[in-house]
């Protein structure tokens, strides 16, 4: 079975079929996680695996409701299922969290590297004294209004 990126050929802006995979992924992913009853889904799978009785049990929806949550869930990569006899565990893939950690967390620190840079300048800025000569840069500072 092809892909959907082998299926639609390189992306526009020229990224490969791979990235294009994993844009994908993240997408069904995240926006499978959108869903309140799908995070309290992945919130009880990370416990350990249980059945759609199980998983149903805290929602006033119908086990059929939760059938359809877990198959988007499946869709996104982040559950997967397995047989044991009659029973289909549902199982918490924690590879699939770890890439969204990933993901967000090579934007956070990438945002955590430009406040300590700020944080930076501002203690050199205030350590530094203040010249008269006008070589230090300008502060503005609010100035009385004269009273009449």
Known sequence: MRSAAAILGPSD???????VTADELLD???LALADPVRR???????????????????FAITKQAVSRHIHVLEQAGLVTR?????RRPVHLDAAALERLTAWIDRYRLVAEARYR???????TSRSAPPTSSGGGQAVATPQKEKES
Do not use: M
């Not at 397995?82 to 009659?86: F, G, I, L, P």
């Not at 840079?117 to 203690?123: E, H, N, P, T, W």
């Open 117 to 123: 840079a700020l944080d930076g300048v501002l203690a």
């Open 28 to 30: 069904k992913a995240f």
């Open 82 to 86: 397995s047989r044991d006899a009659q």
């Open 40 to 58: 309290a889904i992945v919130a009880r799978l990370s416990r350990g695996s249980a059945t759609v009785n199980d998983l149903a049990e805290p």
């Open 13 to 19: 802006d020229g990224r490969d079929e791979a990235s």
